[in-house]
Nanobody, 123 residues
């Protein structure tokens, strides 16, 4: 139905930058909220950033001013630009999308997770 593919993770030194991408494909009618979560070893998954269909954004306090999320609706893609990275940003990052799916007979809403991409920030 709908597939999400993330890319852009990697190893970076503290103070560096990375840009994550999440591309959705399949039977998509529309996408409302697009979010980024992260999960560090031994910790719970936490919400990092959200962008609504109208372009409104919200960020966790820990990344406010350093991370920026954006979307390209024509490409069904959400981005996370991460600047001034810190070792505590090390985690697996997941995109999460609320999708209205084109079903065989009707549309329906479903939430999807990306496969995750590792971000490692060295000190």
């Amino acid at each position: 139905q709908v597939q999400l593919v993330e890319s852009g993770g990697g190893l970076v030194q503290a103070g560096g930058s990375l840009r994550l991408s999440c591309v959705a494909s399949g039977s998509i009618f529309s996408i409302s909220d697009m979010s980024w979560y992260r999960q560090a070893p031994g910790k719970q998954r936490e919400l990092v950033a959200t962008i609504t269909s109208g372009g409104n954004t919200n960020y966790a306090d820990s990344v406010q001013g350093r991370f920026t999320t954006s979307r390209d609706n024509a490409k069904n893609t959400v981005y996370l630009q991460m600047n001034s990275l810190k070792p505590e940003d090390t985690a697996v990052y997941y995109c999460n999308l609320d999708v209205v799916v084109r079903g065989a007979f009707q549309r329906y809403q479903k939430n999807y997770w990306g496969q995750g991409t590792q971000v490692t920030v060295s000190s």
